[in-house]
């Protein structure tokens, strides 16, 4: 009887333990983000600019693919309609950030429950070719709607501005980006973890018994194509601040594989893995053209007509290799480490 007094009273000292552990690492976490700009050069401070942006798409995607199943080829075209309803509403109404950012976002919302109507009726293989002609479909409108487009001219974009103080550093629009990749990830994990994400759970594990038991399928499925074509939207529009520069070439079919590829990667149905994956797959290739650069000036050889293909090729069998030897993503790794430490530390 004592022994399980005791171990009754154990149980949520440990669970209070992890709560307090997890926010110190996160308040840390967000401390060293604060930080970056001072310890890192401008260029690298570019990239977790360029980051943040693919840590907001990538969370879209994830809550439509990883938490309710619906697999989309069209993601990279519902950033390309946030990030051209910046630039066409800043060029002819001259309308500013806290405008042009959630309109940008409303609009992706309603194009991509248009184009996500299909998924009431179809789903899997046929699902990913719906999607897939979303993705066509936009992009042809980006090129070929030249009043409105500049088709392959593209757009200017001015800089986001608050009171005359404008982000147009690449410290200042970090900062900028980084709040809306905080508020996005706090309502991502409450969205999943409230009565919605319950039935996009549901509905990904087997939608036939998740409306047996009472879920609308129709109405939840809808509203994931939604939520997840905002965060495009959101991450578009963005991108347009962050480029200063819309133009079809930003939003082609590869742009979708690799938000694809970060959900995968990093780990579908986990905010953590959409994190994660967004990193890995950003950070990757960069990191894979300053190896080959140090490999080249070490050989001693111009090797610049080969490094771009070798690159891809090396990035392409990284992330083949990393599904077949972890196809549970980087969100697992992470978790089992976890554990091991706690286990080692207890």
Do not use: C
Not at 148 to 173: C, H, K, M, W
């Amino acid at each position: 009887m004592s022994s399980a007094i005791d171990q009754s009273s154990i149980m949520p000292a440990k669970k209070a333990s992890y709560v307090t552990d997890n926010r110190l690492w996160l308040v840390i976490f967000i401390v060293a983000l604060a930080g970056l700009p001072f310890a890192l050069p401008g260029y690298w401070i570019f990239f977790a600019g360029l980051l943040g942006i693919n840590i907001i798409a990538s969370h879209g995607l994830n809550i439509m693919m990883g938490y309710t199943g619906l697999l989309s080829l069209g993601h990279g075209a519902f950033v390309g309609v946030g990030a051209y309803t910046v630039a066409i509403l800043q060029t002819n109404f001259d309308l500013p950030f806290w405008i042009t950012i959630p309109l940008a976002g409303i609009i992706a919302t309603v194009i991509g429950i248009a184009f996500g109507l299909p998924s009431l009726r179809i789903r899997g293989l046929y699902l990913v070719i719906a999607t897939l002609a979303a993705q066509f479909i936009l992009y042809f409108i980006f090129v070929h709607w030249e009043s409105v487009t500049n088709s392959d001219v593209g757009l200017s974009v001015a800089p986001a501005e608050i009171f005359g103080y404008q982000f147009n550093t690449e410290t200042r629009i970090y900062y900028f980006i980084l709040a809306f990749v905080i508020a996005s990830t706090i309502f991502a994990r409450n969205v999943i973890r409230s009565r919605v994400g319950r039935a996009f759970i549901a509905i990904r594990e087997r939608d036939l018994t998740a409306q047996v038991l009472g879920v609308e399928i129709v109405w939840y499925k809808l509203l994931s194509f939604g939520l997840g074509s905002f965060y495009a939207g959101i991450a578009g529009a963005l991108l347009a601040y962050f480029n200063r520069f819309v133009n079809p070439e930003q939003f082609e079919l590869m742009l979708s594989v690799f938000f694809l590829s970060a959900v995968i990667v990093g780990g579908m149905g986990s905010i953590l893995g959409a994190i994660l994956g967004a990193v890995f797959v950003t950070l990757l290739p960069e990191f894979l053209r300053e190896a080959s650069l140090l490999a080249a000036h070490g050989l001693g050889i111009d090797l610049s007509s080969i490094l771009t293909p070798l690159r891809e090729t090396i990035f392409g069998l990284i992330i083949v290799g990393f599904l077949i030897l972890e196809p549970r993503g980087l969100a697992h790794l992470w978790q089992r480490a976890r554990r091991k430490f706690s286990r080692a530390r207890a």
